[in-house]
């Protein structure tokens, strides 16, 4: 049986969505008429993917196929109902019934056909790569052929909701200073293009020599009105601009070279890609994934494209022979914490317990010193902000005082 998405009329005359299972795409239009559905298109679900990958679709090019958090309970609800010793099949068919997404319904569906063809589940995930990544995908793989896919389902779920809560509190705490940040341009703006000008007229009219101050913020006004959306619009277009050069591998893999050597963000970017390779690294190596193919799926999860190549000699290395602590170390980029770490677990046989130390210890590290700087940005903002409205305030008081002085000679 295979999956197949349909959109139909009811005897309302509305139309409906969803997804069934048929042998085929007669028998799907005959089940909608036996539901009394009139139908209007059914599209097997594979097609209706390629379709979609081919067409301009805003929410496939600015959303995942399948966010984190569903991952993450879809991940959950397989482990335990596996767990309970139900069949991969049957517990597909229970999680894809138990979702309200129809996006989630029909790769559950698609899956589980696949499943019941007698594709083993890692490679009935591989029909939606986006959904589910190659990290995924082999421990799934390494679960099915240990015998323990619920305890890898588990660990994987664990893992998930562990970046979604680490991402949600990132997010959650540059909420105020971006929007402190947008607040601070927009009353400069408002002051600089609007209340400046009319405040220059009534001096014009006294003909007195204004202070250089003034001047300075007068021309700056000037220049807001008179170029202020042509700005914003060349802003626009050199972001877009960079966007697109990175897109080209040179210029990224510069890029992202540069980024390791720049202060705070530096130690951000290696915080931050140590912590994904080494829990990823961990999750693979302890379900049984050899330590080559783990090295390497864990390269390719890491974002930024420097290290990811040195990685990659890495695990050249390592495949040649080498320690996994004298390849990573020849890198020069991870740091002697996590060097340590990982000597002792290659002595001590526990490598994917010290990795996943090493992971918690990253992730807390960069965690505060995003919150340190998360901190100290809003008061920065308001000083900025403060003392850019000190500024004209003060470069619109100068005049005032010069005239009553000239007034009470």
Known sequence: MAAFAYTALNDRGREEKGVLEADSTRQARQILRDRALAPLTVVPSAEDKEEGSKAFNLDALFRPSLSTSDLALITRQLATLIAAALPVEEALLAVSRQTEKTRAETMLLSVRAKVMEGYSLANSLAEFPRAFPALYRATVAAGESAGHLDLVLNRLADYTESRQQSRARIQQAMVYPIILFVLTLAILAGLMGYVVPDIVEVFADTGQDLPVLTQTIIVISDFVAAWGVWVLVALFLLVVGILQALRVPAIRLAFDR???????????????????????????????????????????????????????????????????????????????????????????????????????????????????????FGPLMLVVMGGAVFTIVMAILLPIINLNQLVGL
């Open 258 to 376: 540069r980024l390791l050597h720049l202060p705070l963000i530096a130690k951000v970017s290696r915080g931050t890609n140590t912590a994904l390779f080494s829990s990823t690294l961990s999750i693979l190596t302890s379900s049984g994934v050899p330590l080559v193919d783990a090295m390497r799926i864990s390269g390719e999860v890491l974002a930024n494209e420097w290290l990811k190549l040195k990685v990659q000699e890495a695990t050249e290395s390592v495949s040649e022979g080498a320690s996994l602590k004298l390849a990573l170390e020849a890198s020069g980029y991870f740091p002697p914490i996590m060097l340590h770490m990982v000597a002792s677990g290659e002595n001590s046989g526990e490598l994917d317990q010290m990795l996943g130390r090493v992971a918690v210890h990253m992730e807390q590290s960069v965690e505060m010193l995003m919150n340190v700087l998360l901190s100290l």
